[in-house]
């Protein structure tokens, strides 16, 4: 039963981030516990983004930037074009998903480009890794910046709006450790690179505490109760209908361009994902604990059907450069 749900890319830590939000749903942590486990994923997160600092190769960035018309391609779809799609895709919808899950589909909008599986993707079709690389560590980089910032500039919605203090969180639990790892990286970059489990379980288990924590917060304050099961519906549908316009979009904008095949993949694998590892360290140091479940929601909607439609896609374009006989990448 596994292995065919891994062949439609629904692996093991997908289950488990329907767990953890099932979890939060039915036995949220109160209290003294909520409190420490506040604390424990504030450490958590930190430590996420000192290793993000510590394995980004500054030279892999710099080197894949020769190929500047494919970086910026990619990088405006991630900042500009997803964007404004989901911010008209939150104002025609709001109403029937309620503020808060509309200001998520906002956030969702800002988020950078996901790292692993993007490149991961662009691999599997046999396209232009190196340039992949490039295009994603350059995507996060910039946003562990410029996404606060630009959620501080769209999303002043009345008691919704981004606390002052907030932009002080992100510096000190985000930018600092990343910027700590980025300057250690020459004595503890090695160490990170052999010790690939390790950073792995950091980064899926401080997800995964997120994720709990989040959706507990939700549960505690009364907030599920708030929104019916139809904006449910309605959301799952409104995030497969964005991803399947962001898709079709970034496909017909690498036509339009000219770009080559190996080229195209990585615009439309690292321009069209949105990151669940970066967004939701961000919605919990920007917005209230009483609201960041429904906030993050269609990220994590989002994450998984880009997850699902990613692998199918990926897994076609390897056949079809076997049929024409192209090398690896």
Request: proline share 5%; glycine share 10%.
């Amino acid at each position: 039963m596994f292995a065919r749900l891994k062949r439609i890319g629904i692996d093991t830590y997908m289950l488990m981030l329907l767990g953890a939000v099932l979890l939060g749903l039915v036995l949220p942590a109160r209290g003294i516990a909520a409190e420490g486990l506040g604390r424990f994923t504030y450490f958590a997160v930190a430590l996420l983004f000192f290793l993000y600092g510590a394995k980004l190769d500054p030279a892999s960035v710099r080197a894949g930037m020769l190929n500047w018309r494919l970086q910026g391609l990619t990088f405006a779809s991630t900042y500009v074009l997803i964007p404004v799609l989901a911010m008209a895709v939150a104002a025609i919808f709001g109403p029937l998903l309620g503020p808060e899950v509309a200001t998520g589909v906002v956030f969702l909008g800002l988020l950078p480009s996901t790292v692993q599986s993007s490149i991961a993707f662009v691999s599997i079709a046999q396209g232009n890794v190196p340039a992949a690389i490039c295009a994603a560590s350059l995507s996060n980089l910039v946003g562990v910046v410029l996404t606060p910032l630009l959620v501080a500039l769209f999303l002043q919605v009345g008691d919704g709006g981004i606390d002052p203090s907030a932009i002080l969180r992100i510096g000190t639990q985000i930018l600092l450790p990343f910027v700590l790892g980025q300057v250690l990286r020459p004595w503890v970059g090695a160490t990170v690179q052999r010790h690939r489990n390790a950073t792995l379980f950091v980064d899926r288990g401080a997800i995964l505490l997120i994720v709990y924590s989040a959706f507990g917060a939700g549960t505690v304050s009364g907030l599920w109760a708030q929104i019916p099961p139809t904006a449910l519906i309605v959301l799952i549908l409104v995030m497969l209908i964005l991803l399947a316009l962001v898709f079709a979009l970034v496909a017909a904008l690498g036509r339009l361009c000219g770009l080559p095949d190996a080229d195209r993949s990585v615009l439309f694998f690292c321009g069209s994902t949105k990151s669940l590892a970066s967004g939701l360290p961000i919605a919990t140091a920007l917005f209230p604990a009483a609201i960041v479940g429904a906030t993050v929601l269609p990220v994590l909607v989002y994450h998984m059907a880009q997850l699902l439609a990613c692998a199918v896609i990926a897994q076609s374009g390897a056949r079809r450069a076997a049929r024409h006989g192209m090398p690896a990448a």
